[in-house]
């Protein structure tokens, strides 16, 4: 598994390198870049359905905070994976090959918080709205934040998998809780 992690890694961090394609990467994979988007997005959710609106914003935010702590303390905690720009100097040679062009970074790799993030928010609303196919575009640049974490030597590729896998996953337990909530409460 982890040649295939080391192969993959290597085909987004070297092989598609491109010294004008760091700049875009390291703009894509900053939160702050897309915080605007998100006050629109959440902006238009609230706009369009009211109060349902607010409940679905504050739920959706509420999900991103549990599933950023559950990853960062609990699941990183218990998985211990270093990140593979951490092992640049391991004395193998394994990894030396890295490049970091937005730098290295400390802490765990698995799962990656950025996948996991984006997509339990994703999910969430695209679960919430079954019948609007064109939500399925926001699969698009959750995927591509993802793939900067490669680009960027920041994370393997089964950490970013795996971080879309249990985002998804978090993303739809949430809906059930909240159309449950929506049901008793509200309904």
């Not at 390291?26 to 629109?40: A, D, K």
């Not at 970091?100 to 790799?109: A, E, I, K, M, W």
């Not at 960027?152 to 909530?181: C, E, Q, R, T």
Request: with cysteine; net charge positive.
């Amino acid at each position: 598994m982890l040649n295939l992690d080391l192969d993959i890694l290597y085909f987004f961090n070297v092989t598609l390198s491109a010294s004008w394609l760091d700049s875009v990467m390291i703009y894509l994979t900053n939160l702050q870049h897309w915080l605007p988007l998100y006050v629109l997005a959440f902006g238009f959710v609230v706009w369009k359905y009211k109060w349902r609106g607010v409940r679905m914003v504050i739920a959706c935010l509420l999900l991103v905070g549990i599933a950023d702590f559950i990853t960062n303390k609990v699941i990183k905690e218990l998985v211990a994976r270093p990140r593979p720009c951490s092992l640049i100097s391991d004395p193998s040679g394994l990894y030396s090959w890295i490049r970091t062009p937005d730098g290295q970074r400390l802490g765990y790799s698995f799962p990656s918080s950025h996948a996991v993030n984006n997509f339990a928010g994703i999910v969430f609303f695209i679960l919430l709205f079954p019948k609007k196919r064109k939500l399925l575009w926001l699969f698009v640049p959750a995927t591509m934040v993802a793939l900067t974490r490669l680009f960027l030597g920041l994370h393997y590729p089964s950490d970013v998998l795996g971080g879309m896998i249990i985002g998804a996953i978090m993303g739809w337990g949430f809906v059930i809780i909240f159309n449950k909530i929506e049901e008793r409460i509200f309904i």
